[in-house]
C-alpha cells in the first residue's frame, strides 16, 4: 500500500517506540538473568553474553531502524506483505515484524530484483510473486528527511552520501548500497568454495564480512558463531575488522593472522622476523635472506608441485579397498579420483 510523507512518518515513530520497548525489556531481562542462573555460572555467563549482544545490536540501530522497503504479493498466498529491511529483526509483543533483517530471505528481494515479477528462496523452497514497491529511505537520528522509490538499489543520488563518507562508514553502512552482484556472493552456499578477485579498495573485505554476517545469521542452528574464522594478513587488518565486525551483527567470531593459526595447531610459540627487520636485513646484505628470492621463484613452485604430486601416489594405496572380505572401491577408482 502506497504511504504518503506524513504516512511513513508515523510509521516511524511508531517503530521507534517499538525498539524503545524492546530495548527497556531487554534491559530488564539482562538484570535477572543473574537472579535466574546463579546456580549455573557457565549458562550464566552464556546468557549474559547473548543479551548484551542484542542489547548493543538494537542501540545501534535506534538512531535509524531501517533502511528500505519491499512490498511483495506472493503468488500462492495473493496477500501483500509490506517489509521494512533493517540490520536487525524486530518483532512487536504480538510477533508481528516491525523490521526484517537485511539477511532474512525475503530481503534479498530488495537487492536482486526489480519491480513486477520476482522470485526469492526461502527454506520451504521457490516463493514466486510480484514485487510491487522497492523503496529508500533517509533517516537521520530518529527523523525522517526524505525517501524515494526505485527500481535497482544502485541509485547515484543514494549511493552518493556512502561514496562520500570515511572508509570505516562506508564498510558498516553497506548493508543499505548492497549491489546485485555483490548480493550473489554474499548469499552463496554455505558449502560452496569462493574466489573472489579484485584490486586494492575494490570491496573485497567488505563483501566478505558481510558473507560472514549472512552466514552466521542463516546457520545458527546448526553452527555457532565462534566456529567461524576470519584470516587476516596482519595485525592491522584483524584490529581494523574487529571494529566492524559487532556492527554488522558479529560476535564471538575468530580472526586470526596465518602465525596465529600455525602457533595454536603446533601448540608452539615462536616468533618471526618483522617486516621492517626483512628489508633492513636485505639492504644491508642481499644474501642474508636469499631463501626469501627463492620462495617467490618458479624453481620453487615447480619443486612443490612435484612434491604434493609425489604425496598423493603415495597415500593412495596399492590395493583394492577391502573390508571383512568385501571389496568396497577399487584401487584403479582410488587413483582416479586421488591423482590428477
Not at 49 to 73: G, H, M, V, W
Not at 145 to 154: A, E, G, I, K, P
Not at 184 to 191: A, G, H, Q
Amino acid at each position: 500500500m502506497e504511504k504518503t510523507f506524513q504516512e511513513e512518518k508515523e510509521y516511524l515513530e511508531k517503530t521507534l517506540l517499538h525498539f524503545e520497548e524492546i530495548i527497556e525489556d531487554e534491559e530488564l531481562r539482562l538484570k535477572a538473568l543473574p537472579r535466574m542462573y546463579s546456580n549455573d555460572p557457565v549458562l550464566l555467563a552464556s546468557l549474559l553474553s547473548q543479551y548484551n549482544t542484542k542489547l548493543e545490536t538494537l542501540k545501534r540501530c535506534e538512531n535509524k531502524p531501517y533502511f528500505a522497503r519491499i512490498d511483495f504479493t506472493s503468488d500462492e498466498t495473493g496477500k501483500e506483505e509490506e517489509c521494512y529491511i533493517s540490520k536487525v529483526g524486530v518483532s512487536d509483543n504480538d510477533n508481528n515484524l516491525v523490521t526484517v533483517d537485511w539477511r532474512a530471505p525475503i530481503a534479498s528481494l530488495y537487492y536482486d530484483s526489480n519491480i513486477g515479477e520476482a522470485s526469492y528462496l526461502a527454506p520451504e523452497g521457490l516463493i514466486k510473486g510480484t514485487l510491487n514497491l522497492k523503496r529508500q529511505y533517509d533517516i537521520k537520528n530518529k527523523i525522517l528527511n526524505s525517501f524515494q522509490d526505485v527500481d535497482t538499489v544502485s541509485n547515484d543520488e543514494i549511493l552518493k552520501p556512502y561514496l562520500n563518507a570515511s572508509a570505516d562508514n562506508r564498510l558498516k553502512n553497506i548493508v543499505s548500497t548492497i549491489q546485485s552482484e555483490q548480493n550473489k556472493i554474499i548469499r552463496n552456499p554455505l558449502y560452496n568454495n569462493l574466489i573472489i578477485q579484485g584490486v586494492a579498495g575494490s570491496g573485497k573485505t567488505t563483501v566478505a564480512l558481510h558473507r560472514v554476517a549472512y552466514l552466521v545469521y542463516n546457520n545458527r542452528q546448526n553452527i555457532n558463531a565462534n566456529q567461524y574464522l576470519v584470516i587476516g594478513p596482519n595485525k592491522f587488518f584483524i584490529n581494523y575488522i574487529s571494529n566492524v565486525l559487532p556492527d554488522l551483527d558479529i560476535n564471538n567470531v575468530s580472526q586470526l593472522t596465518y602465525d596465529e593459526i600455525v602457533k595454536k595447531l603446533i601448540n608452539e610459540d615462536f616468533n618471526l622476523i618483522s617486516d621492517k627487520n626483512k628489508l633492513l636485513k636485505l639492504v644491508l646484505n642481499p644474501n642474508e635472506l636469499f631463501y626469501q628470492h627463492l620462495k617467490v621463484s618458479i624453481s620453487f613452485k615447480n619443486k612443490l608441485d612435484e612434491f604434493i604430486k609425489d604425496f598423493d601416489k603415495m597415500i593412495v594405496p596399492d590395493s583394492d579397498l577391502i573390508i571383512k572380505g568385501y571389496k568396497i572401491i577399487s584401487n584403479k577408482v582410488i587413483k582416479k579420483y586421488m591423482i590428477v
